[in-house]
């Protein structure tokens, strides 16, 4: 069957039409009415009905075509203002295609139904392309191949697509980039909806290059999700993928909202050791995107969740990482194996601009980092199960203004804070295996926190003002609760300031060395029943710590196995001639309460509190005062940096010996001998006010 008009029409009702070669109908320039058609062709034709040049207000209804291989239907416009508003409906092919092109605008497309015998996903079953303005696709079913829409305009629907071929490959990067649905907005399209589409099979869906406002919705597939190379305003939610969402070089405004990722070792691509290893094995990936990103109500499942190089303002919100693992609490012990694997990430943040907000997160058996962001980043309320001996949460290589808040992890691993900015802040609880800021800039606070389940916080080779205010650790059982290595704050105005800190029941309170200022001040703090395997159950300290405060700081029922039992200072004991030093306690107002030492110094054992110099004297010793005489070097009891320690000194201080007093025959007392020649059993030990020379 042939017609042809100029644009005229052609109405045609209960056609059946068979055994035709080429074509079974032709119609061109004409706008159509059809309805209730069925047409076949028992061998190869080109198209069994072929409307081209199809005109304004074309109906075309109940079509039923079966075929091998061909069009069943392909409805061609002009493309101009002669082939608008066409509508499509209730259309059945059978071993054949449909194709629909160039509609200038207002296409409706309705109850589809195209099955082909091929199943590849590079074969195109049904294919909307070149088509504008104010279009309507719902309710397709293929099955056997894809689906290939081109828009061109504003003002695109399509919802409740299904798509189906057997599976029979796992997902590769070949098979990644076989799209079973692919929408190309062509760069200059824009409000464009897709809801209810199920898809299954080898493949992925890609949307790409709509303009702006985009809005995805309802997806429910086993293949992968490809958002790539949009403009601004896209939304994705309420959808379950099976295999992997990539979100590639968008602009700005994404949302993604209640999605969850079911990412599987059958729909692993390739897992090479190369520049793309972590987008291969993500699950959900963000990256290159532009500002305003929101992720909320996520849920992954052996996958990792990455968020990489987008611009500013990144919301990431109440995501659920769950990674397979044969760790748990009964069989930890693999972590003594060393061929075992290390765990895997859950959550990656990384290189993004500022103004990032992590809140809420939770990731079974796997580790969260965040790493080489701008300034502004915000990380709280996140809870971590992993019994991997490794980092459990990594905040690493950022910029300024970073505040952590309430970050659990049951399990082994390590909370580490390292190689940041300026202006970091911790809040509220922190339970970890270990807890570590390590070679951070300045102005670091710890406020409010608690501490617990065998946390100890340690701080090595950070910058100025440290702060710790209102915090809590208790029952440490192996080392100190708090650690402090080599942080700058001696020479300088910057200092480590502690307010209202309480260390209890730990292996020691406070391990601090280097040149470095502990300032208790504002508020008492305390050190209660801690126990050392050796010395300094409270604090030990040495290279060179100050301590000093303005309030009380309180050393109760703590007890070292060694020496000190309130406070140990590891010093080595300087010659009278040596170079002046400064005072380890400087306007220091310790209160001690039954500590205890086994071998020496209930309270203080060793401290630099003779012959030094207080911090704010920062003028050279005198010459003369070098060889002072002993007695004087040892006179405690006019310290200016003693004003605040108990008394009598000799009842809390203890030191190894600084020197010898001898006792003459008259029943005075000697100190300026340096060197005797006599029996040994004619001398005695002097008490020498400040010390107990054992």
């Known amino acids: 069957m042939f017609f042809k008009g100029i644009l005229g029409a052609v109405n045609s009702t209960n056609i059946a039409i068979s055994n035709t070669s ?3 109908m032709i119609l061109i ?10 047409a076949s062709a028992s061998y190869k034709v080109v198209a069994v009905i072929l409307i081209k040049g199809i005109g304004n207000h074309s109906n075309l209804s109940n079509i039923t075509v079966k075929c091998d291989g061909c069009y069943a239907l392909a409805v061609i416009g002009r493309h101009d203002t002669h082939s608008c508003h066409v509508n499509i409906r209730d259309v059945t092919a059978t071993g054949g295609k449909i194709k629909i092109e160039n509609v200038h605008n207002h296409l409706s497309v309705s109850n589809v139904k195209a099955t082909v015998y091929q199943n590849r996903c590079n074969y195109t079953v049904f294919s909307v392309l070149n088509c504008s303005s104010y279009m309507s696709i719902t309710n397709v079913a293929v099955n056997g191949g894809r689906v290939a829409i081109v828009i061109n305009g504003s003002h695109f629907v399509f919802k409740n697509f299904t798509i189906n071929i057997e599976a029979t490959l796992i997902l590769t990067q070949e098979t990644f980039h076989c799209y079973l649905l692919f929408i190309d907005g062509s760069n200059n399209s824009h409000h464009v909806d897709i809801a209810g589409i199920r898809v299954r099979g080898d493949g992925t869906i890609s949307v790409s290059e709509i303009n702006s406002s985009l809005n995805i919705d309802d997806i429910y597939t086993n293949v992968g999700l490809n958002v790539g190379f949009n403009g ?7 959808s379950y993928v099976v295999g992997i969402i990539r979100l590639l070089k968008n602009g700005d405004n994404i949302t993604l909202r209640n999605i969850t990722v079911g990412y599987s070792k059958d729909k692993t691509i390739g897992l090479s050791r190369d520049d793309d290893y972590l987008w291969n094995a993500s699950a959900l990936s963000v990256r290159g995107c532009g500002s305003y990103v929101s992720v909320s109500n996520v849920t992954i499942f052996n996958g990792i969740m990455v968020l990489f190089r987008n611009k500013n303002n990144i919301s990431l919100q109440d995501v659920t990482v769950y990674i397979k693992s044969s760790f748990s609490k009964t069989n930890a012990k693999k972590f003594l194996d060393p061929d075992f694997d290390i765990q895997p990430i859950g959550l990656m943040v990384e290189q993004n601009h500022k103004q990032i907000i992590i809140k809420n997160i939770k990731i079974w058996n796997g580790s969260m980092t965040v790493a080489g962001n701008d300034n502004d980043l915000s ?4 809870y971590l199960n992993s019994y991997h001996l490794f980092n459990g949460v990594i905040v690493v290589s950022n910029k300024d203004n970073i505040m952590l808040s309430d970050i659990i992890i049951d399990g082994l ?6 190689l940041n900015g300026n202006y970091l802040s911790v809040k509220n609880r922190l339970q970890a295996f270990q807890f570590t800021m390590v070679e951070n800039g300045n102005n670091i606070s710890v406020i409010n926190v608690t501490a617990t389940s065998n946390t100890s916080l340690t701080f090595q080779s950070n910058g100025g003002n440290i702060t710790l205010n209102n915090v809590t650790i208790k029952r440490v059982s192996k080392g100190c609760g708090l650690s402090f290595f080599y942080n700058k704050g001696f020479y300088t105005s910057s200092s480590i300031t502690l307010i209202n800190v309480t260390v209890s029941e730990c292996g020691c309170g406070i391990y601090a060395y280097g040149q470095s200022l502990l300032n208790f001040t504002s508020h008492p703090s305390s050190f209660i029943n801690n126990t050392s395997i050796n010395n300094g159950a409270g604090m030990q300290i040495g290279g060179g710590i100050i301590l000093s405060s303005s309030v009380d700081v309180y050393f109760i029922n703590n007890t070292a196995h060694g020496v000190g039992g309130a406070i140990y200072v590891d010093v080595n004991i300087l010659k009278i001639e040596s170079l002046v030093e400064f005072c380890t306690f400087q306007n220091f107002t310790p209160i001690f309460v039954n500590n205890t030492a086994v071998v020496a110094g209930n309270d203080v054992y060793n401290g630099k509190i003779w ?7 920062f003028e050279s010793v005198p010459d003369g005062s070098k060889t002072s005489p002993f007695i004087e070097a040892i006179n405690c009891s006019s310290s200016i940096s003693l004003e605040g320690f108990p008394t009598p000194l000799s009842s809390h201080v ?6 010898v007093c001898l006792c003459t025959d008259n029943g005075t007392t000697d100190c300026y001998t340096r060197s005797i020649h006599e029996h040994l059993n004619k001398l005695r030990l002097a008490d020498c006010k400040c010390l107990n020379i054992h």
């Open 22 to 24: 080429c074509y079974s």
């Open 29 to 38: 320039n004409a706008v159509v009415q059809l309805e209730n058609i069925i």
């Open 232 to 238: 601004n305003n896209i939304s994705i939610g309420n």
């Open 379 to 382: 990380v709280s309320d996140v």
């Open 413 to 418: 691993a390590e909370i580490i804070i390292t």
């Open 611 to 617: 012959k030094c110099k207080h911090r704010y004297l």
């Open 654 to 659: 203890t030191s190894t010996p600084i020197g």
